[in-house]
T-cell receptor, first 114, second 113 residues
Framework: DARVTQTPRHKVTEMGQEVTMRCQPILGHNTVFWYRQTMMQGLELLAY????????DSGMPKDRFSAEMPDATLATLKIQPSEPRDSAVYFC????????????FGDGTRLSIL | GENVEQHPSTLSVQEGDSAVIKCTYS??????FPWYKQELGKRPQLIID?????GEKKDQRIAVTLNKTAKHFSLHITETQPEDSAVYFC????????????FGKGTHLIIQP
């Protein structure tokens, strides 16, 4: 059963530190999404890529967040500098980028900024 | 942009009874409506989806209905079981799911034994 793989699963760090989260999409999927989940805001889209090109990052705070896809098997989400309000679960999802295929979620990175 | 409202926020039903969760959306261009189930500490898992050219879709005990005119869609779970207890999220997308999803705030479904 193919799955999206995210690392690390948990991250605790102090504010001001750089945080990098990684995602390996399902092999063959050409679209990668980053979502953030908090109690207050629920599930929010941060950014997504198709064929490694960024299509939309309007949900992402530009001053401290950055997302990249160095290659087809790796997507990264970085926060620098991190702040306590960034504490959340960050999910990566992947899909085939067509109108007929669903998005599959990874297990998430639970991030705590102290 | 799209806005998805979901009700109720919490739903408690007796085991064996039916559960219905409702969502409304704002963007008439939305054409793809998935439902995800999320257990505590786990990832959202797709349980069923529907596209705007279909009014109803069923998969065993789960069904989804869509009313494009009223811009609302609903999840129906029949013969509920304890393992149905979870948080359910509806979502909408304007490109058949190829682009980002807008999620509702979730419904905590509690199945009472």
């Amino acid at each position: 059963d193919a799955r999206v793989t995210q690392t690390p699963r948990h991250k605790v760090t102090e504010m001001g530190q750089e945080v990098t989260m990684r995602c390996q999409p399902i092999l063959g999927h050409n679209t990668v999404f980053w979502y953030r989940q908090t109690m207050m805001q629920g599930l929010e889209l941060l950014a997504y890529f198709r064929n490694r090109a960024p299509l939309d990052d309007s949900g992402m705070p530009k001053d401290r967040f950055s997302a990249e896809m160095p290659d087809a098997t790796l997507a990264t989400l970085k926060i620098q500098p991190s702040e306590p309000r960034d504490s959340a679960v960050y999910f990566c999802a992947s899909g085939l980028g067509t109108g007929s295929q669903p998005q599959h979620f990874g297990d998430g990175t639970r991030l705590s900024i102290l | 942009g799209e806005n998805v409202e979901q009700h109720p926020s919490t739903l408690s039903v007796q085991e064996g009874d039916s559960a219905v969760i409702k969502c409304t959306y704002s963007d008439s261009a939305s054409n793809y409506f998935p439902w995800y189930k999320q257990e505590l500490g786990k990832r959202p898992q797709l349980i069923i989806d529907i596209r705007s050219n279909v009014g109803e879709k069923k998969d065993q005990r789960i069904a989804v209905t869509l009313n494009k005119t009223a811009k609302h869609f609903s999840l129906h779970i029949t013969e509920t079981q304890p393992e149905d207890s979870a948080v359910y999220f509806c979502a909408a997308s304007g490109t058949g799911g190829a682009d980002g999803l807008t999620f509702g705030k979730g419904t905590h479904l509690i199945i009472q034994p």
